[in-house]
């Protein structure tokens, strides 16, 4: 590796712990597409402040593009006020119109702004290396790099001092007003510190990229985890990982960086709603085929105490009676015989003293509705739960 | 009643856009009751509870917790949204979200510490609900998400408790379980506010009333007021329910 390549994966992975940051809180807060919003429409911001410093890593400019953004989200939310229209036709009806304010302008003034449309959409993560900082007369590492450094420290401090607040006011609103937290301000103070990291991030990996670093890991991490600072910390991890990868997968296909960074943001996302082990697909299918074999055994038992006829329990008609499948059928008697709830004594089918003790208090719950406490009685009796 | 004035709300009105919710309502609610706020649906109930704890702008009038205004009596006062205004997906377990209820003590920037979690796990215990402590919040029931809420309320410590809807699905022993703490508060000489849909429990759980139909009806003790004319002329239709005295 050489030091270009070094800084290229410093850049990207300090933009994407950056983004991960308040993009966990944008998905808690049910907010992700404010920031496809805000990416796109902080365009006339950049465009005007880089008329103004001729520079892309000027702080004005990052104040100025923050400001858009802001703007943004005050008008999304004046529109959505007025109560015509609901919120997510609010947002697409903004950030189009002031993107391509922004488009208009890099095209009206080609020839003296070194801005493209391409780099706008996509970044330009490859070149961020060749702009320096050169500070007295010594070369400390490209512009971008201190840039997103400077945003990054300014959101952890953020973070630390007002996680509590944070926390509180995406939880619950009411709760967070009644306690003097005002949901308005932390709404605003996050909607800032999203702006400035948009901004500090759209030199780097442009304004579609800067949406997925912002919501995939945070999207991934929710599947995986039941706590807000776990929560984060995955996210951050899962945005790392993806920045890592990401360059050496453009490095492998000589592909573009930021489209291989938000491929590998996908293909994150895609296993973990796989194989989450609570929340994902497979886990919820499996869970979903416990149920039902657990929902017939108790059918079954339920069966065999209400019938005494030697008839209704020989295993012969059983099927008959309950009306299953024959593989079904055989399915919950084996369950049944293995979690010793019954006892076949030629061919005739009873409820052992476990299974009868077992379906009484089952008809007892469900019948003083107390359903919650049938799943605990269920891990007490049966063997094939851990 | 000879005690003190807890709430007072004058000419207190609201609009969602400049369509009244709340109408001129003037309203003293002594210390120490337990009080039902009853009306049908788009009454305005939830809209007074908010409006008093400052959560909406009125766009008239006043409300005073013991003589002074909201923001200066935070600390008296304890909120129970409703069960339906929060996502209970949200990644946290039933012993944080009741730390919560610490927070306004604490005030901005500093974090819960072992006092604050102490507090937080006898609230638990008091409702029922310790041995759930580390439960993620969705793995509970309707009745154990408005317990722990309720202990969110409990660990401020408050001398007034609002609450809004607290007996919405939740089953019958939790109920009981709740208003048996509602009560032990207000033996404490505790303030409590309920906003409550069951009229048929009113006399039963409750000894102060308001009628409430975006103006207010009637306030006063259940025993004086909770009759068959007020709640015809909160409800619209003619009404009669037996009420025990």
């Known amino acids: ?54 520079d892309l890593n000027s702080p004005i400019l990052i104040l100025l593009a923050a400001l858009t953004g802001i703007i943004t989200v005050v008008l999304v939310e004046y529109i959505q006020k007025t109560g015509l229209v609901k919120e997510d036709t609010a947002i697409g009806l903004v950030f189009p119109i002031l993107f391509s304010i922004g488009v208009i302008m890099i095209a009206k003034n080609a020839n003296d702004v070194h801005l493209d449309i391409d780099a706008v959409l996509l970044g330009e993560l490859a070149f961020t290396p060749f702009d320096r900082l050169i500070w007295f007369g010594t070369d400390v590492g490209p512009k971008s790099l201190w840039l997103i450094g400077g945003i990054l420290v300014l959101t952890l401090v953020l973070l630390f001092a007002f996680f509590k607040e944070l926390k509180v006011s995406t939880f619950d609103e009411g709760l967070s007003a009644s306690l003097g937290f005002s949901p308005i301000l932390i709404h605003y103070g996050l909607m800032s ?133 024959k593989v079904r059928a055989k399915s919950v008697l084996d369950l049944a015989l293995k979690n010793n709830m019954i006892v076949i004594n030629k061919n005739i089918v009873s409820l052992t003293e476990k299974g009868n003790t077992f379906t009484t208090k ?12 049938i799943e605990d009685m269920k891990d007490d009796f049966f063997l094939f739960r851990g | 009643m000879s005690n003190p004035i807890a709430i007072k709300v004058d000419d207190l009105t609201v609009a969602y856009n400049y369509k009244p919710v709340l109408w001129d309502i003037d309203l003293e609610i002594p210390e120490g009751v337990l009080m039902a706020i009853v009306g049908p649906n788009g009454a305005g109930k939830s809209t007074l509870i908010k409006s008093i704890l400052g959560i909406l702008k009125p766009i008239a009038g006043s409300v005073s917790i013991y003589g002074k205004p909201y923001k200066k009596q935070r600390d008296l006062v304890a909120y129970v ?3 339906g205004s929060v996502d209970w997906d949200f990644p946290t377990t039933a012993l944080d979200v009741v730390t919560m209820g610490t927070y306004g003590a604490l005030g901005w920037i500093k974090r819960p510490g072992q006092k604050e979690k102490k507090a937080a796990l006898e609230a638990l215990e008091k409702v029922g609900m ?116």
């Not at chain 1, 991960?20 to 496809?36: N, Y």
């Not at chain 1, 008809?363 to 509705?369: E, K």
Request: aromatic content about 8%; glycine content about 6%; some cysteine.
């Open chain 2, 81 to 83: 949204p409703q069960k």
């Open chain 1, 193 to 325: 510190v999203s702006s400035v990291t948009t901004v500090g991030a759209f030199e780097a990996v442009g304004a579609i990229l800067v949406v997925a670093l912002m919501i995939a890991p945070a999207a991934s991490a929710y599947l995986l985890t039941t706590n807000l600072k776990k929560m984060l910390l995955l996210a951050v991890g899962f945005g790392v990982f993806s920045a890592i990868s990401g360059y050496w997968l453009a490095h492998t296909l000589d592909a573009s960086i930021a489209g291989s960074i938000t491929t590998m943001l996908g293909l994150v996302f895609l296993l973990v709603y796989l194989f989450a082990p609570s929340k994902g697909v497979i886990a919820v299918l499996y869970r979903e085929k416990q149920q039902r074999t657990e929902v017939s055994l108790l059918t079954f038992l339920l069966h065999l105490k209400n019938h005494d006829e030697l008839e209704e329990r020989h295993v012969n008609h059983l099927r008959e009676h309950i009306n299953w499948q």
């Open chain 1, 1 to 54: 590796m050489n030091n270009a390549q070094v800084e290229i994966q410093l850049i990207a992975s300090l933009v994407a712990i950056a983004c991960a940051i308040p993009g966990t809180f944008l998905v808690l807060r049910k907010m992700a597409m404010i920031s496809d919003a805000i990416s796109h429409s902080i365009l006339p911001g950049i465009v005007i402040g880089f008329f103004i410093t001729q």
């Open chain 2, 130 to 245: 310790l041995p759930f402590k580390g439960r993620q919040i969705s793995q509970l029931s309707g009745g154990q998400q408005q317990r722990i809420f309720l202990a969110r309320a409990l660990v401020q410590n408050a001398s007034i408790y609002f609450m809004d809807e607290p007996f919405q699905g939740v089953d019958a022993t939790t109920e009981i379980a709740i208003i048996n703490i509602l009560k032990e508060l207000r033996k404490a000489g505790k303030t409590v506010v309920v906003v409550h849909h069951d009229l048929q429990t009113v006399p039963e759980y409750f000894d102060w009333v308001t009628f409430l139909n975006v103006k207010k009806i009637a306030t006063g003790a259940v025993k004086d007021i909770f009759n068959d004319d007020n709640l015809t002329k909160t409800y619209g239709i003619n009404f009669k329910v037996s009420v025990n005295k």
């Open chain 1, 362 to 373: 089952a008809i007892d719950y469900i019948i003083t509705n107390k359903d919650a406490q």
